[in-house]
């Protein structure tokens, strides 16, 4: 089983990026996912699920209306798009598959001026 996550950098207040994660190793398609993240000196915190089938989406109160998870089953990638990024997004992000208890290598994102 391996997690990839990409799409990671710095960005300023305000800005955008999505990252991917590639699964591999595991048929992607049966297992609900979710992005975590860890900020500088604080724990790993759940951001947002999505299922296996159907794609219901759960996100964190501190995201929701600025992120949005998403799956694409064919390409067996995981997407998490960042809009109206804050300082306080700053985190490595982690993509993980619970059933599985695989998790990434994760991707920084700094959100500066």
């Known amino acids: 089983v391996q997690l990839v996550e990409s799409g990671g950098g710095l960005v300023q207040p305000g800005g955008s990026l999505t990252l991917s994660c590639a699964a591999s190793?595991?048929?992607?398609?049966?297992?609900?996912m979710r992005w975590y993240r860890q900020p500088p000196g604080k724990e790993r915190e759940l951001v947002a699920s999505?299922?296996?089938?159907?794609?219901?989406?759960n996100y964190a109160n501190s995201v929701k209306g600025r992120f949005t998870i998403s799956r694409d089953n064919a390409k067996n990638t995981l997407y998490l798009q960042m809009n109206s990024l804050k300082p306080e997004d700053t985190a490595v992000y982690y993509c993980?598959?619970?059933?599985?208890?695989?998790w990434g290598q994760g991707t920084q994102v700094t959100v500066s001026s």
């Open positions: 993980h598959a619970p059933a599985r208890g695989s």
């Open positions: 999505i299922t296996s089938v159907g794609g219901l989406t």
């Open positions: 190793g595991f048929t992607f398609s049966s297992y609900g």
